[in-house]
């Protein structure tokens, strides 16, 4: 105990060698804090887009597409937004088994509980999401947005769009909000917002490169236009302020699946305005 009481002492000493001097304030690296006036007239940090990310779950085959996800969270952060992330609070289509690729029988999950996996526990109902309090939305892919934001993997052309994902997609379309969307998700913007332009890739598989090409058919018979795009790229709608990548539509490796997000997240900042 003595030892330690006299490491203590010692400690104590040493911090009050570094104590700063009266006036100052007390800074990381000991420098004088700026004066009054130089504070007076430093501007403030512009704040970034507020911009609202929709999850559909946690997992490429019943829920969110991990990668994409935190894909579109590196680039919100690399470009300065401002993130909340919210998801709808209903039970998920089915529980698929990653490793079986089969649904596990008698199982349940909530699309909300599931989806904060993914945020880290800081997420939010989607029925508290509106466009008056963020300044654009993206939707990543996985079969969840084909499963559990709508019905697009059963029903595909004629599926039923969740009541409050079509409710934000007409929210911030008609406040002039840009919309992200990538993979599977654009069949939403296709099947809600009348003769928008997506991309979901290319429209041929080409020996197994773009697995999911026929997804192309059903968004023009949507009456949506497709515009065909490479993975890295991103298809931006002006005229909508909709802004779409194919991502893991393509069989390609991750990094080219990165790339195309980001392209797509900076162009939704851009039209953000922030």
């Not at 999850?55 to 990668?67: F, K, P, Q, R």
């Not at 809600?192 to 997506?198: N, P, S, Y």
């Not at 909508?240 to 790339?259: E, G, R, W």
């Amino acid at each position: 105990m003595a030892a330690f009481r006299a490491l203590a002492a010692s400690r104590l000493a040493v911090t009050a060698g570094f104590a700063p001097r009266p006036g100052l304030w007390p800074l990381p690296f000991g420098g004088p804090a700026p004066s009054s006036r130089a504070a007076l007239h430093a501007s403030a940090p512009r704040p970034g887009p507020r911009v609202a990310v929709v999850l559909s779950g946690c997992g490429v085959y019943d829920g969110t597409e991990l990668h994409e996800a935190s894909s579109i969270l590196v680039h919100l952060s690399r470009g300065g937004a401002e993130v909340q992330i919210f998801a709808p609070d209903v039970p998920q289509m089915h529980v698929i088994d990653h490793i079986k690729g089969q649904p596990s029988e008698g199982e349940t999950r909530n699309v909300l509980t599931e989806s904060a996996r993914i945020a880290r526990g800081k997420i939010t109902d989607l029925a508290k999401l509106t466009a008056v309090n963020h300044d654009a939305a993206i939707f990543p892919g996985g079969f969840g947005a084909a499963k559990n934001l709508s019905t697009f993997a059963v029903d595909g052309g004629t599926c039923k769009v969740n009541r409050d994902v079509e409710r934000v997609l007409k929210e911030f379309h008609q406040a002039g909000k840009p919309i992200g969307l990538c993979c599977i998700a654009p069949v939403l913007a296709a099947k809600v917002l009348r003769g928008v332009e997506v991309t979901v890739g290319h429209e041929q598989e080409e020996g197994g490169k773009w697995p999911h090409a026929g997804t192309a058919e059903v968004i023009k018979a949507l009456g949506a236009k497709h515009c065909v795009m490479g993975v890295t790229e991103a298809h931006v709608d002006q005229k909508n302020k909709v802004v779409t990548t194919p991502a893991f539509m393509c069989d390609t490796a991750l990094h080219h699946i990165h790339d195309g997000i980001g392209a797509m997240v900076r162009k939704v900042l851009e039209l953000a305005g922030r």
